[in-house]
């Protein structure tokens, strides 16, 4: 079965770093999602792109953030200067029109 | 702003038991979906109730969407330990983006 392939599954950065989080959606779908996952919290959504723009953002997503999709396959989120509270796991999901949304594996980024 | 609350966060039962889990919300969602996640991936789609008072299986699992479209229940029958993970249940949020927003989840072990 296709599925949204992240990478790297660990990350550990220091603080004020910037990070680059890395998704393949599945190849037909047209929305992409970023959402993460703070230990023993909920998950919680970050960001939604569709059309090559951001068609939703939480007010998580401040300008530290930002997603890009720069060659039709992969989708990327970046942290630009890391806190310690941005330390989380990271999902990135896919959908094509129907409700159905797919999950990456995640990555687990700890900031020190 | 829209929540959804899941109850109980943490059941531990024995192998063979039934059990139940609540997702509940003071608004009005147009559908809900539950998900299990297991340690160290996304979040899987179980099922998507879209009707009051519908009533779906999925073989052991049985899921009932509230007549008022306000609440969920997860019902599982002589759970397995293979049961054993994160179940959570998400509804849409109130725009069109496709995002979603989560319960906190319950976390359910089943002990052979």
């Known amino acids: 079965e296709p599925e949204v392939t992240q990478t790297p599954s660990h990350q550990v950065t220091q603080m004020g770093q910037e990070v680059i989080l890395r998704c393949v959606p599945i190849s037909n779908h047209l929305y992409f999602y970023w959402y993460r996952q703070i230990l023993g919290q909920k998950v919680e959504f970050l960001v939604s792109f569709y059309n090559n723009e951001i068609s939703e953002k939480s007010e998580i997503f401040d300008d530290q953030f930002s997603v890009e999709r720069p060659d039709g396959s992969n989708f990327t989120l970046k942290i630009r200067s890391t806190k310690l509270e941005d330390s989380a796991m990271y999902f990135c999901?896919?959908?094509?029109?129907?409700?159905?949304?797919?999950f990456g594996s995640g990555t687990q980024l700890s900031v020190l | 702003t829209q929540l959804l609350e899941q109850s109980p966060q943490f059941l531990s039962i024995q192998e063979g038991e039934n059990l139940t889990v609540y997702c509940n919300s003071s608004s009005v969602f147009s559908s809900l979906q539950w998900y299990r996640q297991e340690p160290g991936e996304g979040p899987v789609l179980l099922v998507t109730v879209v009707t009051g008072g519908e009533v779906k299986k999925l073989k052991r699992l049985t899921f009932q969407f509230g007549d008022a479209r306000k609440d969920s229940s997860l019902h599982i029958t002589a759970a397995q330990p293979g049961d054993t993970g994160l179940y959570l249940c998400a509804g849409p949020g109130s725009s069109n983006t496709g995002k979603l927003i989560f319960g906190q989840g319950t976390t359910l072990q089943v002990k052979p």
């Open positions: 999901a896919s959908r094509t029109d129907s409700e159905k949304l797919f």
